[in-house]
Nanobody, 122 residues
């Protein structure tokens, strides 16, 4: 059974940092595109970071570019999201997702974690 589990979320003050982790079982990270998404109340789920199966390429939207960094340790089936300079606008539930195919769309993900809540206070 495939499982993805996020950890590392919590409450942080504006300007602070958090590092989220996603541990997987039942699938091989080295053959999966991995990504982080977030969903705030009343908003659609949005991509915040993606990394190719090989780890050779990454993608970030303008909203987080320069502040967030995605990385992976495929040998340990783990992907990370380092978040710096957090602001209130970053408050959301953050989800880890995997797909054997290319692309980074929400609908294209094969598996999702349960999410980890990040709350940034002013």
């Amino acid at each position: 059974q495939v499982q993805l589990e996020e950890s590392g979320g919590g409450l942080v003050q504006a300007g602070g940092s958090l590092r989220l982790s996603c541990a997987g079982s039942g699938l091989t990270f080295s053959t999966n595109t991995m990504a982080w998404f977030r969903q705030a109340p009343g908003k659609e789920r949005e991509l915040v970071a993606g990394i190719s199966a090989s780890g050779g390429s990454t993608y970030y939207p303008d909203s987080v570019k320069g502040r967030f960094t995605i990385s992976r340790d495929s040998a340990k089936n783990t992907v990370f999201l380092r978040m710096n300079s957090l602001g209130v606008e970053d408050t959301a539930v953050y989800y880890c997702a995997a797909s054997s195919g290319g692309g980074l769309s929400v609908s294209g993900r094969d598996y999702w974690g349960r999410g980890s809540r990040v709350t940034v206070s002013s």
